[in-house]
């Protein structure tokens, strides 16, 4: 079980999975249980699914949910964390057209139906970075927004090396990328200079395998 001491509820009978998916859900044991789920809409990247859920409660009364997930010729996407012959981590700046800004961000993509999170992971940083990975290592996944979104992609950490030329996709505007110490990225998320919430999740996975500047993963931290 997870560490942390109950201050209500703590997990009484019918027990509650953490970090496992349930699909459609049961109602009974307080979860939003899917009666109905459409696609309302969709493109190559992603669909927008529009459920009819049963709350919880003894009214059983039903509500209009949406969510988005990757699209149906996409798995759960992957974040990478390109790490450098220094130990330093590799971030891009790119134009994020949701929000509208320019964001420094670790590299992430989808990933094609079949291809692996250490497949993805490559592809990913060559595309962006014009960098070729030696070797990597799982850190997990991660919910970055689990009120509005079901793919929890998967974080991954890469040693990586010069590797020829960038080559993004056409959906993509990066103009630069930038090379951090780990203090420095830790400093940067912190302050708030860094916004994006996958390389701020990132931070908190690195810390165990990061010794001051240096940077040795450890096996047995990610369950």
Not at 81 to 87: A, G, K, L, S, Y
């Amino acid at each position: 079980m997870p560490e942390g001491r109950a201050i209500r509820g703590g997990g009484a009978p019918p027990v509650r999975r953490e970090n496992t998916p349930s699909e459609p859900g049961d109602a009974g044991r307080g979860e939003l249980q899917i009666l109905a789920e459409q696609v309302h809409w969709e493109n190559e990247a992603a669909r927008l699914l529009l459920s009819t859920v049963r709350l919880p409660g003894r009214e059983g009364k039903t509500k209009d949910q949406f969510r988005l997930t990757p699209g149906a010729k996409h798995d759960d996407g992957v974040v990478i964390v390109p790490i450098d012959e220094r130990d330093r981590i590799i971030l891009v700046r790119q134009f994020r057209h949701p929000v509208r800004m320019w964001l420094r961000e670790l590299p992430r993509g989808s990933r094609e139906k079949g291809e692996t999170p250490e497949e993805g992971a490559r592809r990913e940083v060559k595309e962006e970075l014009g960098l070729e990975v030696t070797e990597s290592w799982p850190l997990g996944r991660i919910a970055t927004d689990s009120g509005q979104q079901r793919g929890i992609p998967f974080l991954i950490a890469a040693r990586v090396r010069k590797g020829g030329e960038t080559d993004p996709d056409d959906s993509e505007s990066i103009d630069a990328s930038f090379a951090y110490t780990f203090s420095e990225l830790a400093r940067a998320c912190a302050s708030g200079e860094i916004l994006d919430s996958f390389t701020i999740a990132a931070v908190t996975r690195l810390l165990p395998h990061f010794d001051g500047e240096r940077f040795e993963y450890k096996p047995g931290v990610v369950r």
